[in-house]
Every structure is written in C-alpha cells, then in structure tokens.
C-alpha cells in the first residue's frame, strides 16, 4: 500500500521524505552534457577480417544484417548499434561481417557431422582475423571453432551482460573455452556515478593497450569478469559495490586473457555512451586490439581516419 504525505496547513501535500541513498547523495556526478565523441586507431595493419555476433534472435533481425551493428531492425536489437566500433574499423580499411545462424541450423550443428564438416560459424571465423561476440548459445561444434580460431591466435572481444546470468546457460562453457570468467550481479557505486548509480565509472588497473590514453570509462551496467591467466584491465572507482552482497569491491570490468578479452558490458559501445568520458578512446583501443598481431603491423601512415560515431550514416558504409 502506497504511502503519501499529510495535509500541511498551506493545503498542499507535504512530499514523502526520499531514503533511497542513490538519490540524495550531494557527492554524485550531475553531467548531462553528451560530450563528443571521436573515436581513432593507432595501429596501422593490413586488411584485417572482423566477423561480429551480435547475439539477438536470428527472427527478429532486419533484411540486411549489418543493420544490426547500426542499431537497426526495432527494439530487439536497439542494444547492437555499435557504431562507434564498426565505422572505425571499416574507415581504416578493415572488412566487418555479421554471423547470424538460423535458428533451425543452429538446433541441428550441435555437434560435427559424420564428415567433421565445420559449422557455418567455424567457415567463418576461418577466413577472418577477429570475433567480436555478444552471444553464448553456441552449440557444442560451435563452441569448438571458438577455441581452435582462438589457438590459432585469432583475436576476441567477448562483451557480456548482468541480464545474461539466468536466461543464457551457455556462458559457462563458452567462457571456459576463452579462459575468462564473470561473477553473478553487478558493479554500483552510490558516492560516484555518471547520473546512475548503475552508471559505473572505471579506471585503468595496468598499463597495457587497452588502456592507452584512457583515464576512466562508464560502464551502463557491468558485472565483475576476470581471466584466468591475466589480471584486470579496468577496474571501478573507490567505494563500488557488488550488487550481491552490498560489499565494497575492486573486481575487474574488463580482463585480458591473452588473446581473448572480456568486457563485463554491451552497452558502452552505443554512439550515446560513446561520447561519455573516455569511452571512444577505450572503444579505439579495441579496434587496435583487433586488429593487432605481430605479423601484420605495417609503418604508420602520415594521418589516421576517424570514426565519428555520432554523425555516422549506416546506409552509407562501403560494406553496408
């Protein structure tokens, strides 16, 4: 039953009093200014091959698949637009493909057949250099091309969700097989936030790629991820908590394993969340992650392209 305030003698409602501390505290961040958003690569390579999963159900998605990563196609798959990743990619030359599996040939291929013919995604992550995934119903073949891309050196960037705890069983065997792990809950932070104590601030915890250039990141909603053979890359502000315990934490958000890094977000991608502190840089530094590897770094040109996320035109990508 709702409670409300007594009648004052002016005839007004007195206000019911706010106890929620995530609303009162006089310390939190109050900038509603969007920023800018400029997203650039540093690595100079070769013509890279980045195949991108963008885990939504194959029947909701729209005609041409790369709207996916546009935030095309409706409401199902407003949570893809990764703009600010994909421009930047194809601006410097490097060709972005989108694995979507029916859902009938994703229930046959869960395993090899008699032939040990690949599934559709093992053919493709053996022509590309990169995967980019936000899925984790993968079926058991599909699992194993994951791991052989990944022992033969491909790179991956695994994005995950505190909303895929329960309804995506398949996560633990997948991040098994890349040798990360995420923790149930998520990360919040009552004393600073970007306008939401969701709205979690990170910093970098090492001095690696992925951090270059970087100060602090925001994080939607992210839950804590580690690997199992590296420590953390970013890890949240002072006074974060765990939303599990309510206990203070300094658990990673993103982890580095080797080849393969985890990233305990989908949100920070979108072109909105792009332009908040130093996102497009860390989003930049993902792309050079991509596309990094001893073998294809080239001299670096006289001047960079740059992805402009928010006044970008999907219709009008070369590879749309």
């Known amino acids: ?31 509603r200014a969007p920023g800018e958003s400029n997203v650039q690569m540093s690595v100079n390579a070769r013509s890279q091959t980045i195949v991108i999963d963008p885990g939504v159900d194959p029947q909701s998605t729209p005609t041409n698949p790369l709207l996916l990563l546009f935030g095309g196609g409706g409401p199902e798959t407003a949570d893809r637009d990764i703009r600010p990743l994909v421009n930047t990619l194809i601006d410097n030359g490097h060709e972005v493909r989108v694995h979507l599996t029916p859902e009938d040939q994703r ?35 599909e699992l194993k091309n994951i791991e052989t891309f990944t022992d033969r050196n491909g790179r991956v960037v695994y994005a995950t969700d505190p909303g895929d705890e329960f309804d995506q069983p398949g996560a633990a065997d997948l991040e098994s097989r890349l040798g990360v792990t995420r923790d149930p809950g998520y990360v919040y932070n009552l ?10 601030f990170a910093q970098p915890a090492d001095d690696s790629q992925l951090t270059t250039g970087v100060e602090r ?26 939303s599990t315990s309510r206990a203070e934490t300094n658990a990673g958000v993103v982890a580095q394993n080797g080849n393969v890094v985890i990233v305990g977000d989908t949100d920070f991608f979108t072109p909105e969340n792009a332009q908040r502190a130093d996102n497009d840089v860390f989003i930049g ?6 596309v990094s590897t001893e073998q294809n770094q080239q001299s670096p040109p006289p001047e960079r392209s740059t992805g402009e996320s928010e006044q970008s035109d999907p219709q009008q990508s070369p590879a749309s």
Do not use: C, H, W
């Open 1 to 31: 039953m709702a409670a409300y305030g007594a009648f004052a003698d002016t005839g007004v409602d007195t206000p019911p009093k706010i106890e929620n501390e995530q609303y009162t505290d006089e310390t939190l961040v109050n900038d």
């Open 107 to 141: 229930q046959r291929t869960t395993r090899p057949g008699p032939s040990g013919e690949p599934t559709e995604l093992g053919t493709e992550l053996a022509d590309a250099d990169a995967f980019v995934t936000f899925g984790t119903d993968y079926t058991d073949a």
């Open 191 to 200: 004393v600073e936030n970007d306008n939401n104590y969701q709205r979690l």
């Open 217 to 242: 990141v925001v994080f939607p909603t992210v839950s804590p991820v580690g690997a199992a053979d590296g420590g953390p890359a970013f890890v949240p502000t002072e006074n974060a908590r765990l």
């Open 285 to 290: 530094n993902i792309a050079d992650f991509l």
